[in-house]
């Protein structure tokens, strides 16, 4: 099976005061990642976080809040403790877990249906 991945920033938050120069400084970030295999129904599995950045420093890069994309922010994640390659590996073993369960819950033997 062929699994798609996502990454998602669902939230920012941003300094309402000035930090070495510049507005609306980007403190926080809410992040999902999601997978969805090719089966019939698709499985899914959804891992999500945080991840708080450093302050810029001044005279350093500086994109303004208006003008930051996702993918942006998202790559901010993965420069910031977000191990990238390992919430995928968990994402796909979770997805092989509900492809081919280790664990069932089958109806109990005196229940009737």
Excluded at 26 to 40: E, I, Q, S
Excluded at 57 to 84: D, H, M
Excluded at 88 to 96: D, H, K, L, R
Aim: contains cysteine.
């Amino acid at each position: 099976m062929t699994t798609s991945i996502a990454w998602t920033i669902d939230w920012m938050q941003a300094s309402t005061q000035t930090i070495n120069g510049y507005t609306e400084v980007v403190l926080t970030a809410g992040w999902r990642c999601t997978g969805t295999d090719t089966a019939t129904p698709p499985n899914t599995s959804t891992i999500y976080g945080t991840c708080t950045f450093p302050e810029p420093q001044t005279g350093s890069t500086f994109t303004p809040y208006a003008q930051l994309t996702q993918s942006q922010v998202v790559s901010w994640c993965w420069e910031n403790g977000v191990n990238q390659a390992a919430t995928e590996s968990s994402i796909n073993s979770n997805i092989a877990l509900l492809e081919n369960p280790i664990v069932t819950q089958p109806a109990l033997p005196w229940a009737t249906t």
